[in-house]
């Protein structure tokens, strides 16, 4: 490379007969620029093999003026359902940082387990921590872990948006710190169904304010998600209570709160994001000034089938081949949401059936190239029949670098 310089409002990569030229306003910039250079060249680039022709690798002569449409360009990886190592969290990493987003939300808790160590509660990963879904031995991340995830990241500009879900979706937590649980369903209906955090207890927000207390610490990002989707048998009142709460308590460890879309009930910060994902209910928070991170479920879902044929996967929300995921616009999906409402795009995995990083490899090639093009270019220069074509020449380049992936027949593979 002849000359790196950061002079420009964007990114921009120019190669003539005997120079590559990349500028850009920030370092993320020129990693982006890094990236589609790395795209340019023939794909045995990526082999570990050092088979580097003798004439050299050879790039086309050409300029490219390129910036992101949406600030917020990310996937979501479960690791609460099954557990992934932070080996295979830093290939998820590899991969998202490949395609240029630049977040990684993390669930980290659910029903099934708990995966970071919180120190002023160590039964969480003691316990919690020690379950995952069919019976497995789970697993968590020490607080050292978990720091290198977030250094591998940012290393590659990515941010990790750490989830602590509550108060449903909880049974973790309750597990492991039975006190925080309601005996009787709040409002005195003793055939309770709420396997999470009494939103009514003291001993709750205590809990909630330990573990948002060291999560915050350990998390450089700006933000910390809270969940609160599905917890449809607490009274409205109460959940309302709860979010609100909640918020206040990231709000004073200086974060700034995501919760789904159900937290649109409750009174909002400006500063929240909420992430839209199965109704149109998401609109609700516009009028706090909130705004929304699109990840609807019909077509971003990495974790729907993309046909009834595909082993893995759930189909509540349909069946998402690729081109449902590269075909939609987040600013004409809603009446009433426009993109100065949607700070971007995020395609979530949940793991139900997805056990290791094989599998979730399958689950995110193709659709996340897809959908990262989407977050990434504006509507009139995005065409299905020409992503199809250049998605296509990735595969010999996913090969090299042992990563699986689906080989969807909408694609003419090479
Ligand atoms: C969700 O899929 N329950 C957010």
Redesign the pocket.
């Known amino acids: 490379m002849k000359s790196l310089s950061v002079t420009s409002l964007v990114l921009v990569a120019a190669v003539t007969a005997d120079s590559v030229h990349l500028a850009a306003r920030t370092n993320a910039g020129l990693f982006h620029g890094v990236q589609t250079l790395r795209q340019l060249l023939p794909f045995e680039v990526e082999s570990d093999m050092n088979v580097r022709p003798a004439t050299g690798w050879r790039i086309p002569a050409l300029t490219i003026v390129d910036r992101p449409r949406y600030a917020w360009r990310g996937a979501m990886l479960d690791v609460a359902r099954h557990f992934f190592t932070v080996d295979e969290v830093k290939q998820v990493i590899d991969i998202v940082a490949l395609y240029k987003l630049n977040t990684l939300h993390l669930h980290l808790t659910d029903d099934q387990g708990w995966r970071i160590e919180i120190k002023s509660r160590p039964k969480l990963a003691s316990v919690s921590g020690a379950s995952q879904m069919g019976g497995g031995v789970g697993g968590f991340y020490t607080q050292d872990d978990f720091r290198e995830i977030v250094r591998y990241a940012a290393e590659r500009f990515v941010t990790i948006v750490p989830e602590i879900e509550m108060p449903g979706h909880s049974s973790s937590v309750v597990n492991a710190y039975p006190e925080v649980h309601c005996t009787t369903r709040p409002g005195g209906n003793p055939d309770s169904t709420f396997y999470g955090i009494c939103p009514d207890s003291a001993e709750s927000f205590r809990l909630v304010d330990d573990v948002v207390r060291e999560v915050s610490a350990l998390s450089p990002g700006p933000y910390i998600h809270i969940g609160a ?2 917890v449809s048998v607490l009274p409205p009142e109460q959940f309302v209570r709860f979010v609100e709460r909640a918020q206040d308590i990231v709000t004073k460890y200086n974060k700034r709160m995501i919760g ?1 879309e159900e937290i649109f009930r409750a009174r909002l910060l400006p500063t929240t994001l909420v992430q839209l ?2 109704t149109d209910s998401a609109r609700g928070a516009l009028s706090y000034g909130s705004k929304l991170i699109m990840s609807p ?1 019909p077509k971003v879902y990495l974790d729907m089938k993309y046909t009834p044929n595909t082993e893995l996967g759930l189909d509540w929300s349909g069946f998402v081949e690729p081109r449902t995921s590269y075909e939609w616009d987040p600013a004409t999906y809603l009446p009433g949401v426009t993109d100065a409402n949607i700070v971007g795009v995020e395609a ?1 995995l ?1 793991t139900e059936t997805v056990r290791n990083v094989t599998a979730a490899e399958y689950m995110i090639l193709p659709r996340l190239p897809a959908i990262a093009e989407l977050a990434w270019t504006p509507p009139a220069a995005r065409r299905w029949d020409d992503f199809r074509e250049r998605i296509a020449e990735h595969a010999p380049r996913w090969r090299l670098m042992g990563i699986n992936y689906y080989p969807s027949a909408q694609i003419r593979w090479r």
Request: hydrophobic share 50%; glycine share 0%; net charge negative.
């Open positions: 989707d599905e789904w994902w199965r479920a979530p949940w």
